[in-house]
């Protein structure tokens, strides 16, 4: 059983910063995809960002250039570094994997395909 847990999450004004953690434990595959998703109240959930094992990333358009994904593999944790939040970031942000995904699949950022999931982090951004 794969398990993810999602931290960092928080309360910022616009213009600021956070980073958010995903720590995996169980067992871990070495061929992956992982991604972070968010969803607002009332909203879908969308795929913010994802990154594969060779490193290759993907971003969803409306974040694309102020948010960076990365995993640390020593330690089995996922990062998302985002910079110049907006209170259209505000949502619950969610930590996902998948093992069976090609790189054509990964960069599609659909929640459909992702098998494991953490319980989320809430970021709030205020204006």
């Known amino acids: 059983q794969v398990q993810l847990v999602e931290s960092g999450g928080g309360s910022v004004q616009a213009g600021g910063s956070l980073r958010l953690s995903c720590a995996a434990s169980g067992y871990i595959y070495r061929s992956y995809c992982m991604g972070w998703f968010r969803q607002a109240p009332g909203k879908e959930r969308e795929g913010v960002a994802v990154i594969d094992r060779d490193g290759a990333t993907s971003y969803?358009?409306?974040?694309k250039g102020r948010f960076t994904i990365s995993e640390d593999s020593a330690k089995n944790t996922l990062y998302l570094q985002m910079i110049s939040l907006k209170p259209e970031d505000?949502?619950?942000?969610?930590?996902?994997?998948?093992?069976g995904l090609g790189?054509?699949?990964?960069?599609?950022?659909?929640?459909?395909?992702f098998d494991y999931w953490g319980q989320g982090t809430q970021v709030t951004v205020s204006s």
């Open 90 to 99: 505000t949502a619950m942000y969610y930590c996902a994997a998948d093992y």
């Open 103 to 113: 790189s054509y699949g990964c960069r599609k950022l659909r929640s459909a395909s």
């Open 60 to 63: 969803a358009d409306s974040v």
